[in-house]
């Protein structure tokens, strides 16, 4: 069973910068993939990052790619999602999601949820 705690959520101005953390509680987490999805009211959790953890490869949605970065401390077994030039567009609730092997951008193949950051991005 692996338990996810996030943090780093907030209330920001336009063009500000957010640093999201997910923390893992395995003794490892070399065989696990950890992504990002986030939620906009009424709708389903689109992808936004992942890592793929023993590689340290990374993936990023398009749509953020020029803003979002993923990385990860595996000394901490924590995952990082920094967010920069933030738009009132990206307020959401922010998920990071576990799941074993290589990461996927398919929310239904991630096992492990967190419980949610709120982001919020004021004009």
């Known amino acids: 069973q692996v338990q996810l705690v996030e943090s780093g959520g907030g209330l920001v101005q336009a063009g500000g910068s957010l640093r999201l953390s997910c923390a893992a509680s395995v003794r490892t987490f070399n065989s696990y993939s950890m992504g990002w999805f986030r939620q906009f009211p009424g709708k389903e959790r689109e992808f936004v990052a992942a890592i793929f953890w023993r590689l340290g490869i990374t993936y990023v949605a398009d749509s953020v790619k020029s803003r979002f970065t993923i990385s990860r401390d595996s000394a901490k077994n924590t995952a990082y999602l920094q967010m920069n030039s933030l738009k009132p567009e990206d307020t959401a609730v922010y998920y990071c999601?576990?799941?074993?092997?290589?990461?996927?951008?398919?929310?239904?193949?991630?096992?492990?949820w967190g419980q949610g950051t709120q982001v919020t991005v004021s004009s």
């Open positions: 999601a576990a799941r074993s092997g290589t990461y996927s951008m398919t929310r239904g193949d991630y096992d492990y």
